[in-house]
Nanobody, 128 residues
């Protein structure tokens, strides 16, 4: 079974930056076509933040993070990254990485859209 482990979360002031990472074991990212980042704040539904295709050629972003967040992957190192710049208090959430064997598509932001593997989450807290 594939295991995903996030790291890099923490606390930062508004306007600051963080990079969260996701490492895979069991299978390499080369066999996981679509990789995504999701987040969930207390009392709110889990939402898709970003996703990336197998070769990294196509990326998807929620409107709320476009221009601020960048998703990337390094298949050779079995790593997925999310660079978060100009963070806002509303970005505060538990961030999860997720993966599925199939490719991304129109439903990339739906957590039920074939994402078979999930990490435990890493907390990102942005203060004013």
């Amino acid at each position: 079974q594939v295991q995903l482990v996030e790291s890099g979360g923490g606390s930062v002031q508004a306007g600051g930056s963080l990079r969260v990472s996701c490492a895979a074991s069991g299978y390499t990212y080369n066999t996981l076509y679509c990789l995504g980042w999701f987040r969930q704040a207390p009392g709110r539904e889990r939402e898709g933040v970003a996703a990336i295709t197998h070769g990294g050629g196509i990326t998807y972003y929620a409107d709320s993070v476009k221009g601020r967040f960048t998703i990337s992957r390094d298949n050779a190192k079995n790593m997925l990254y999310l660079q978060m710049n100009n963070l806002k208090p509303e970005d505060t959430a538990l961030y999860y990485c997720a993966a599925k064997v199939g490719e991304c598509g129109a439903g990339w932001s739906d957590s039920a859209y074939g994402y078979r593997y999930w990490g435990q989450g890493t907390q990102v807290t942005v203060s004013s």
